[in-house]
């Protein structure tokens, strides 16, 4: 049911429907959820979302169709070409931080390739929750889409039953839950996990341009994003000037007092809000610091002189506060971050692009932004995912539609013409071999072999 | 690892392995299989040349940064996709074409600019030995190792931590390398295996389909993880079929097949007796003979199969070719669906809309209308399973694109900070407004008045 074409884009189009028309269903229930700023939700929400789903339906009959592929002298006369087959039923297990943006992603892609799909939005962001649970059933084929609420405890007898693809976005520590329960299965995964994403600072930089690009990298739904920048690297004299740029920044964005400025989120919930509060207690508060438990509000903080071994270097942050680390030089702040498990994003900034290419070249991640935060993913045209203990797999664009299909790798021969067949076949000889090598080989190039 | 010259430099050792060693590599597969010359020389030298070509060919521009489409906000900036290799990969080869199934992963994992660590199937002794011994002294050791292992050696090798591991193997310990994996978050490609199934229609050319069919089936006296394991047909195909099945047999190893010097044995004495176990399905319609010393077991035809024969309760891996009637197309499509799905399905028709609808109703790994095993000679089509059968692929750049994590990278100037105020707070609708003109993405065929 899921195969044709115009199923697919029906689908999609209705996906489309559910964010013009729940829009504002949407931005107050991630309002309700983590106070998020209803600009940044339009934005991560909404605006992103409806990109992933036109790039979807600008192109998905091409990313559909057959593709053929180049043959060797025996199959010339075949057919051979590559089919793009659904998996079946995907399992798409959302986080709470954008909780429409990273279901309705992965989503996209999986029904555009054909899949059925099984929805378990996030049970901490409850509103979200609520909305996706009674709404989004609405508008998709309720015989081949579902949501299901799950805690914990469910999601893991959820998981007892076998399905053709899970996609799970949340901690590396759950992640490894979810590959081992796949693995009774054989089912394959994408994991978009996190870690800490360093964000290293060059000596020679627009120290008001960086300040303002990580602050807001930073502070964005009050940290609670994946790909935030986690702490900085810089060197004494750096940490110097970019304190002042910093509280500008911050300033600049949320006035005099963050807690009054309706442009900045709280944390999601009383359990996430102690964790990211005790990290407080590292190195020196040199901006921020204060908090609201009632509110779940912790103020966009930095902390300076924060050493490796604080808790806040112990953890994803995933809040407002933006530790700094000093070290001596590129190739130190090199060493530290290879030191570390490998990243879902690396920031550098300079003005001198051999030193960004420098950090870029000397460092794994899973994805990688000079002179800028976050900016990377909204382009569908580049993959997105981790490596190491920050993931595997990727999506956006084309690469979510690859993710959920499966690659079939098909030819399509001749009944007749056996004559080609026949130097394949027992009695071996040594003609037939030669026979069998002139017709299958790939010759090196540039290389001539006298027949 | 990471320089273009390095990566060839190990790939043109790799070549110059399978040349001098050509000699060497024919004589062990033959000791631990007595697969022919003929047979080892193609899919365990030839088929790997291939491959080697195929990336030395192609290598540095598969290497390249690939840009990619930029929106309005990003015009100005780098957008592209960088080739990092993984790290340190490990790659575990099945017995059955030693040779072939470590090398092909190899070359991809040394193309993408890994460390590689090497472990060969301990059941094919002199394969083995030669990996062990030999194959270090062409590579660089500071990147590349042979371990050799057990299976609880490779328990505890699997404790550590790689980058990346290739298993080729069965799906039951596909799981349990898919377990290890989890617990490093260690990516992986699994091929499997499982029952590929050969649908053979009423209207073909019964001899050309009884000669491939052989063919693929016989090949390596059945150890093959695509060749096709039982046969759906109607009941008057199961008769034409039987004769030509025989002469096909008789064509390629005589009327004594354990004196042709053409077909294999079966690997060991354990997995002897599990195939001869699977004599005792429906009827024996041509061949059914073994001889335990010498692992022979004869190229073999069972008819009136039923599904719940113990042939039909595993994958054969071994010269044994089922039969199992089925009324039409539609009940063989059924049959097919209600069970695992296999790395490959086959389909026999002279009429291409039979094949098309096979193709179209069933899921596989891969496909072969008219033929067998050919499709994987194709360097340029993907080779991979799906669900038991597997995860991933390879092949070509399939193999490279495997070994490689595709690292999406922007690159923005550090001025021109206007065109990012529009982000930053305070929040205005206004500046929503602009931001959507430089960031969206319009559905094509709409217009939109700004």
Redesign the interface.
């Known amino acids: 049911k899921t195969r044709p074409l115009e199923y697919r884009v029906a689908q999609l189009e209705a996906l489309g429907r559910f964010l013009e028309e729940k829009k504002q269903d949407i931005l107050e229930a991630t309002a309700l959820d983590m106070g998020k700023?209803?600009?940044?939700a339009?934005?991560t929400e909404i605006?992103l979302c409806?990109?992933e789903l036109?790039?979807t339906?600008?192109n998905l009959s091409h990313w559909m169709k057959d593709e053929h592929?180049?043959?060797?002298l025996?199959?010339q006369l075949d057919s051979?070409f590559?089919?793009k087959?659904p998996?079946?039923v995907v399992l798409i297990i959302a986080p709470w931080n954008y909780p429409i943006h990273l279901f309705l992603v992965p989503l996209i892609g999986a029904i555009a390739a054909g899949n059925c799909v099984v929805i378990k939005p996030s049970e901490i962001s409850k509103n979200t929750e609520k909305l996706v649970a009674e709404m989004l059933t609405c508008y998709l084929d309720s015989d081949c889409f579902a949501v299901v609420t799950a805690g914990v405890e469910e999601t893991t007898r959820l998981l007892e039953n076998k399905f053709?693809y899970i996609f799970f976005t949340g901690s590396?520590s759950v992640?490894?839950i979810i590959?081992?329960a796949?693995?009774?299965h054989?089912t394959?995964v994408t994991?978009e996990?996190g870690g800490k994403n360093p964000c290293y600072v060059s000596d020679t930089?627009?120290v008001q341009?960086?300040a303002?690009?990580v602050v807001?990298g930073r502070f964005f739904n009050a940290g609670q994003t994946c790909i935030a920048p986690d702490y900085v690297l810089c060197s004494v004299e750096m940490q110097e000037k970019l304190m002042p740029a910093l509280r500008e920044a911050i300033t600049?964005?949320?006035?005099s007092n963050p807690r009054e400025?309706?442009?900045?989120a709280r944390i999601v919930g009383d359990k996430q809000f102690k964790r990211v509060r005790a990290l407080l207690s590292s190195g020196r508060v040199a901006i921020g610091g204060q908090t609201d438990e009632k509110e779940r509000y912790i103020a966009p903080t930095v902390l300076a002189d924060v050493q490796p071994s604080d808790p806040a270097m112990q953890e994803e942050i995933f809040g407002p506060i933006l530790p700094i680390v000093v070290v001596a030089n590129m190739d130190e702040a090199i060493d530290f971050i290879n030191a570390r498990p490998r990243p879902l994003a690396i920031y550098a900034?300079?003005?001198d692009?051999k030193v960004?290419n420098q950090v870029?070249e000397r460092t794994?991640?899973?994805?990688?932004?000079?002179?800028?935060t976050l900016?990377?993913?909204?382009?569908?045209?580049?993959?997105?995912?981790g490596?190491?203990?920050s993931?595997?797999?990727?999506y956006?664009g084309k690469f979510t539609f690859d993710t959920f299909s499966?690659?079939?790798?098909?030819?399509?021969?001749?009944?007749?013409l056996?004559a080609i067949?026949s130097p394949?076949?027992?009695?071996?000889?040594q003609q037939?071999?030669g026979l069998?090598?002139a017709a299958?080989?790939?010759?090196?190039?540039g290389m001539c072999t006298l027949l």
Do not use: Q
Request: hydrophobic share 30%.
């Open positions: 700023p209803s600009f940044e339009y934005f605006l409806k990109n036109n790039d339906l600008n592929v180049d043959k060797n025996v199959t051979a590559i089919r087959d998996y079946g053709d590396p992640g490894r590959m081992t796949a693995a009774k054989l394959p994991l996990l930089c627009d341009n960086v303002r690009r807001w600049e964005y949320f006035g400025s309706p442009d900045f900034f300079s003005c692009s960004v870029l794994s991640s899973g994805g990688f932004c000079g002179n800028d900016m990377h993913v909204t382009l569908t045209s580049l993959p997105f995912g490596i190491g203990n993931g595997l797999g990727k956006h499966h690659h079939r790798g098909c030819l399509h021969r001749n009944m007749g056996e067949n394949r076949y027992p009695p071996y000889t037939k071999l069998m090598t299958f080989e790939i010759k090196r190039k």
